[in-house]
Nanobody
Framework: QVQLVESGGGSVQAGGSLRLSCAYSSSRNCMGWFRQAPGKEREGVAV???????KYTESAKGRFTISKDGAKNTLYLQMNSLKPEDTAIYYC???????????????WGQGTQVTVSS
C-alpha cells in the first residue's frame, strides 16, 4: 500500500507563496494535488504523470506548479500569488488510471492546511 504524507502547509498573507511536499513510499503513474475548502467539495488543483504530462485546473494555472522528484520520492506543489480563496486543506493523491484533475484517485494523504489571509 502506498503511503502519502503531506507537509508544508501554513498561514500566509495574500500574494505570498508556499511549497507543499508529499512524501510517497512508491511511485504511481499519476499523482496529483487536490483541495477542499469548508463546506465545499474536494476539487482538483494539478496532476502529473510519469511521462511528465501535467494538467492544471483554471484556478491554478499561472500560479501553481506541480513537480516530482523521483530520487527523493517527493511530489511538490509550488504555490505563488496566493489568494484568500486558496484557503483549504490540500491533499496529495496517487494511482488514478486516467490522469485528470478529478478526484477519482484510490490513494490519499491526510492533508495539510493552507490558510491565506487578506
Amino acid at each position: 500500500q502506498v503511503q502519502l504524507v503531506e507537509s508544508g502547509g501554513g498561514s500566509v498573507q495574500a500574494g505570498g507563496s508556499l511549497r507543499l511536499s508529499c512524501a510517497y513510499s512508491s511511485s504511481r503513474n499519476c499523482m496529483g494535488w487536490f483541495r477542499q475548502a469548508p463546506g465545499k467539495e474536494r476539487e482538483g488543483v494539478a496532476v502529473i504523470a510519469s511521462s511528465g504530462y501535467t494538467k492544471y485546473t483554471e484556478s491554478a494555472k499561472g500560479r501553481f506548479t506541480i513537480s516530482k522528484d523521483g530520487a527523493k520520492n517527493t511530489l511538490y506543489l509550488q504555490m505563488n500569488s496566493l489568494k484568500p480563496e486558496d484557503t483549504a486543506i490540500y491533499y496529495c493523491a496517487a494511482g488514478a488510471l486516467i490522469c485528470s484533475a478529478t478526484p477519482n484517485f484510490p490513494l490519499w494523504g491526510q492533508g495539510t492546511q493552507v490558510t491565506v489571509s487578506s
